[in-house]
């Protein structure tokens, strides 16, 4: 492969940053990789298990980056961006990883200097693990990588954007962000609230033990429980940040839900027939679009986010 950017700035060293960087080893994509954390015990960590150069302030970071990448939880962009605009290259560009993209445009996009071009992008791959010694180099593989840039933005730095998220696996696509958003609420930000309040109320049940939610733990709650672990800053940061279009999904849950209620409560056997033929319908078309496998994992390994 060759070199896309001469130096890459990771800003957050996290599972998606770290995996970054793994990826971009792999594939030859950057000469350089430079990585900032907040505290010196996760910088510490980064220069042990030697994943990048690390350095103690986000601005020497940035300093000369052909490509900076915003790796941290959406309701801290606000306050990095302000730490490095001053140190951003004319030229460079400008991206992040943030599962939720209207609010990441409106925290970022004002700041932008003049010069610097910024392409916002995220990362459809994931796992409940955070920090930098939990990436590694597979993880975008064959998923997806959707771009959102605002309209105007450079065709051009786009589309070299897109050649970097290629080079470390991924398929790349350009979505409008309002409409990323809800197709993720959909996709992933419901799920985990059902998931967290599915885990929530096994916790409460008093009739039925935690040892015994965990001994007797079928597939399914297994599944809930990998999802449920999933860090908590990053998850509360989505939920405050993707409001309206999760709480359109949650409303129409709520209402399929109680629909399927009804037809426990009657006895309505073909309502439940029906409905589970067409979701069943849904999880085939994952697998054959290559987005996840047939083979059961009880929940360990990898997913999309
Ligand atoms: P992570 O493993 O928890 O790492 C977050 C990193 O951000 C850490 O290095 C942390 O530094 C740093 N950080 C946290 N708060 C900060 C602040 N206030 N100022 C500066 N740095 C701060 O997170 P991640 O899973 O890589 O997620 C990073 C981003 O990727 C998020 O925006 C998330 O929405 C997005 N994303 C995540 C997934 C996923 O499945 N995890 C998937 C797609 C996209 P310290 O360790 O020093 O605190």
Redesign the pocket.
Known sequence: MSVIFEKVAL????????SMAHAMKRGEVAKEIAG????P???ATARKIGLCDVYDT?GECVQDADLVV????????A??MSEIRPHLKTGAVLS?????KRAVIDAIGPHVPDGVHFVPG???????????E?GFATLFDNKWFLLTPEPGTDPAVVQKLAEFWQALGSNVEEMEPDHHDLVLAVTSHAPHLIAYTMVGVADDLSRVTDSEVVKYSAAGFRDFTRIAA??P??WR??FLTNKDATLEILGRFTEELFALQRAIRTGDGDHLHDYFTRTRAIRRGIIEAGQDTAAPDFGRGGSG?
């Open positions: 800003i957050g060293l996290g599972l998606i940053a770290s900032y954390a907040r505290t015990e996760t910088r986000a915003l790796c941290v939880p959406i309701g801290a962009m306050s990095v992040d990883v943030g599962s939720t995220h990362p459809i791959a994931g796992t409940e693990y955070s920090g930098p939990s999933s860090d800053t990053m940061d989505v986010r």
